[in-house]
């Protein structure tokens, strides 16, 4: 990154609409609006004032009009990058756009590599790499609670709880190191040791806490795969269309009329949900149904959780039991007794029995009746796989998983050391902890990870 150069780049996704802003940021992007930018009417002598839009046109080198365009000049360091910006204000479509890029990029401006926006940002201390990273979190947000957490973050309280605990870590090395650098005028008591020890437990505990609800984070950030399985023609396909309420799959009274996965999104109990309908498990000879049932088990395999479905106008079978042991352990599991609007020969009893303590609901797929009782199970299982989340920052991101994992480990052997009196190891594995998190606000973080991370952003932010 370039820090001298100004950077340009279409800020909005390319596509019809109403508005579509190219961003310049950098040293010359007033220059660079003048020379492309001319206002309509007569302008004042404070031309361009900050939280101003200027309306009149861009122009091309020859002069010629391109658009009529809303423009906004915010001066340096009040501005997202804390640089001179320069926002244009066009109509959406994917000429006009590009066309207005090109011409920024013609009077002096580069394209703006991926997050670069952002980047600046962060490299001008207008906001530490958490933040950062909220950010393309709250861009691919895929649920309401995903969107607080991000927006939670993008205020600093990830920012804030990771200096909170690198304070403390602090703390507890200050008499380790004052009895090292000076043995004969400070000695450390019990008192002391009984201070690292408390600031150990703290460090230790927070930490653990913000593990425990990466899970939950995640699942509302990212989504959640739910399969549903069943034998052929047991109303799998009719189960999904009823879910999703649109006829996403195709059904029919022959059996095998779904021979690959299929799948629709939805959200369920605030979670964002890909619904996944799979071709019905059997014996079979067929080259292309074992294929479509190979990628079934996969989809089961891979799911958070599984929605069993069993056809309640047939009896219980072999097959019906090898489709219960298909839900491993770590699997949430909701048992769907189909075709309830027919005579019953199922025995909810072998059902129970094969299941143990699984949910079991009964529905009449095709009528769309018993789906908001499924729904409220399958929603209900998931917040038993993604326990309670606390009133602390949403940690969301696999660095910082990871991070933090390492992070405990540290703590973890400095706790050990300090029962087995070994002070001097004490204090490298505090130090070493709190290197560690530094690296999640970006305080001890090496450039070429930053380059990795800031390379996932979408390009404009």
Not at 369 to 393: C, R, T, W, Y
Request: charged share 30%.
């Amino acid at each position: 990154m370039q820090e001298n150069d100004t950077i340009t780049a279409i800020s909005t996704p390319l596509g019809e609409g109403g508005i579509g802003i190219v961003r310049l940021s950098g040293p010359k992007a007033f220059d660079i609006g003048h020379k492309i930018f001319i206002p309509s009417g007569k302008m004042t002598c404070d031309y361009p004032e900050a939280k101003h839009l200027y309306h009149g046109h861009v122009l091309n080198k020859k002069g010629e009009t391109v658009d009529e365009v809303l423009v906004s000049f915010m001066p340096a360091p009040y501005t997202y990058t804390r640089e001179d910006v320069v926002e244009i204000n066009c109509h959406s479509g994917v000429f006009a756009m590009r066309t207005i890029l090109k011409i920024t990029m013609q009077n002096g401006a580069r394209l703006a590599e991926p997050g670069e926006f952002t980047k600046r940002a962060f490299v001008k201390g207008r906001i530490d790499l958490s933040r950062a990273e909220a950010v393309i979190n709250m861009i691919k947000a895929r649920s309401e609670e995903a969107v607080k957490a991000a927006a939670s973050n993008i205020r600093g309280a990830l920012d804030d709880k990771v200096k909170v605990l690198r304070e403390r870590l602090i703390e507890a090395r200050a008499p380790l190191e004052a009895s090292f650098d000076y043995p004969e005028e400070y000695e450390m008591d019990d008192g002391d040791l009984k201070k690292v020890e408390a600031a150990i437990t703290y460090v230790k505990e927070e930490i653990k806490s913000m593990l425990r609800d990466i899970g939950r984070n995640r699942a509302f950030q990212e989504g959640v795969s739910i399969a549903i399985i069943g034998k052929p023609n047991v109303g799998k396909s009719s189960l999904l269309n009823a879910m999703l309420k649109q006829k996403r799959a195709i059904v029919h009274e022959m059996p095998g009329t779904t021979r690959d996965i299929l799948e629709g999104y939805m959200n369920l109990g605030g979670y964002p949900i890909k619904l996944i309908d799979t071709a019905g498990i059997q014996g079979t000879e067929d080259p292309v149904e074992k294929e479509g049932i190979a990628r079934s088990k996969k989809a089961a395999e891979q799911a958070k959780l599984i929605i069993t479905v069993h056809d309640g106008s047939r009896k219980w079978e072999d097959e019906d039991r090898k489709i219960a042991a298909m839900v491993e352990p770590n699997q949430g599991k909701v048992i769907v007794i189909n075709k309830k609007d027919l005579e019953m020969k199922i025995s909810l009893e072998k059902v129970r029995k094969c299941y143990k303590e699984a949910t079991v609901v009964q529905t009449a797929a095709i009528r769309g009746e018993g789906m908001s009782e499924l729904e409220e199970a399958a929603a209900e299982q998931m917040d038993v796989l993604f326990k309670g989340v606390s009133e602390g920052p949403a940690v969301i991101s696999i660095r910082h998983e990871q991070i933090l994992e390492e992070t405990y480990i540290c703590i973890e052997r400095a706790q050990k050391m300090l029962v087995q009196e070994q002070p001097e190891l004490v204090s490298l594995e505090l130090q070493n902890a709190w290197l560690k998190m530094g690296e999640i606000t970006g305080e001890t973080i090496k450039e070429e990870l930053l380059d990795k991370i800031f390379s996932e952003f979408c390009l404009g932010k």
